[in-house]
């Protein structure tokens, strides 16, 4: 019954949700933090942001809200590999009025909205569905790798929180906390110019040179959205959507590869180097020469 | 002159079994630091300069140790703690009261690397030279590297000495120590070398051999173009980065195990040149059977 580390891409995430059977919302990378690149979105459902988490308490803005327990979706993080699915349920499980979440997560609201927080996560960590569709993004290594060693100190333990607007409010979902963290009203069209300077604030309490953030948001499928839109004419919608569609596909083929087993095709083309250069008669030097190579990589390394 | 040498053999692991069988041959251990600058220990046949076991050893990586399961008591391995990996060697010297300072003297010279110019090597101990008859099978119940490590578990080398007269000598071993990466024996290969765009790119004629074909990734063209396009991606550099990981870890050579492939953990080779060195064996046995399996279908070469 284990969860596998996902690799933090939109594509992955899209085409996750999707498998879910969530209709029409798509995930995209924000690789720039400010309000004019959030209000090119027609809408946004939520935004998570992904960062490198210490194991000390955190100082966050804002204040824990357990009231609003009773008044959203909040499950509580139980299994730390599943915490990028977690964040895409709390937004989506959220907007269920605005989103075809499909009929298995439907149950699955259904099933899970009137219990406690950790009791949510606790069904969302034993849902049969929601961890195969995760682990079957996750690389196809066939190699059991140590993931299961608890995080030190030392640790890049990367964490997920997620932001959106429920009521009105503008809440940080965090599945490591005891509840929602309330950042104040907020109304929609301000969720942009809001939820800013909020992340920022959450970027500085980090070492400048900490770089490793990733930020994804949430909102509805794209192409949906060009189609219905009076303000272009039609081969401006054309334009948008070839381009919107070729992302996809790129998308799709990322994660062929990615569900894909390498070591077959590993073992086959290792055979034609060595077949190639045994007839070549090189065989015994390139070997020596990568032998040697190898050996003053690991001086370099250590000498560094 | 090399720092250390004294008689010793090797034990070979019978092929297919997890026996460890000495081998007649007199032989020396030496170690010495070589023109690299480092420290290497080595074993050759005495009747020869060519060195069959050369690895390069660093402080904390490796350990010179009695392998206390042997029933004549004068074997010893070369153990890497953080692989699966060992040599082994028995003292071919005629007084086996010397056996335990030259182990001392073994680890003496892994702790203390020549770091700075003015370090001096210690002179080598001459011994009474003569043969030793050589052991039996090591013991009755096989010996793995496995339940040789767990046996001579009790018996730790003796700390690393990190103090030292000179400072610049202490730094360095510092800076050394906290460098290392676990890895096993010196030897060894990168694949990505090997299997980068760059090198792949030529070995792709028109037609893709029918074994490749069958290992692409769904919605491939079996074209030059639609391997390359699988090869250039960032998905196949990690699954290789992966790959070579698992290889090269504790427990790796199970996996050349796993595929069915010659696995040998008494040899000084890393997971990556044994799978390279596994492959060769391979072509040179199917070209020797017939050309059904060279790459366009020709018939087998001369």
Known sequence: ??????????????DLIENLGVKDVQVDELYCLDVETLQQFQKIYGIIFLFKWKKQADNFDGELDYASLDELYFPQQIISNACATQALMSILLNHTNEIDIGNDLREFYDFTKELPADLKGEALGNSELIRCVHNSFARAD????????????????????AYTLINDKLYELDGLQPAPICH?????????????????????KYPPNEIRFNLMVLSPDRRRIIQQDPSLSDTEKTAILAVEEEKRARWKRENQLRKHNFVGMFLELLKLSVKDQIDKGTWNETLQQRIQSHTQNQLEKRNA | MPLLQFKAGKLRRKEGTKILQADKTKGYVEMNVEEDGLMHFSWRPRNTEVKEDDVV?????????????????????LKYPSSSQCLF?????????????YEELVNYHIEHQPLSEENE????????????????????????PATAAAASATDSAPPPNQASSQPQNADAIQRILRALQSAGPRNNVDLWDVLKPANVSPLLHRSLPEALQQTLPPNTESTYEGVMEVVSSPQYAQALQSFQSALNSQGGLNILAALGLPVDYTSSDGASL???RAIEKKVREEDVNGGENSPDGTAPRQ
């Open chain 2, 274 to 276: 044994q799978l390279l």
């Open chain 2, 89 to 101: 060697y028995w003292m071919q010297e005629r007084d086996s009261g010397n056996d335990e300072a």
């Open chain 1, 1 to 14: 019954m284990s969860w596998s580390t996902l690799e933090s891409d939109a594509g992955v995430f899209t």
């Open chain 2, 121 to 144: 090597g210690d002179e080598p101990h001459d011994m009474q030279v003569d043969e030793e008859t050589v052991p039996t099978v090591v013991s009755e119940t096989p010996v793995t």
């Open chain 1, 184 to 204: 104040g009203k907020c109304e929609k069209p301000l969720f942009a110019s809001r939820v800013v300077p909020v992340i920022q604030s959450r970027i500085a």
């Open chain 1, 142 to 161: 066939p190699f059991i790798s140590d993931e299961s060693r608890p995080a030190t100190d030392d640790d890049d333990v990367y964490h997920f929180i």
């Open chain 2, 57 to 77: 050893v660093f402080p904390d990586e490796v350990e010179f140790e009695r392998v206390s399961q042997c029933n004549t008591g004068r074997v010893y391995m």
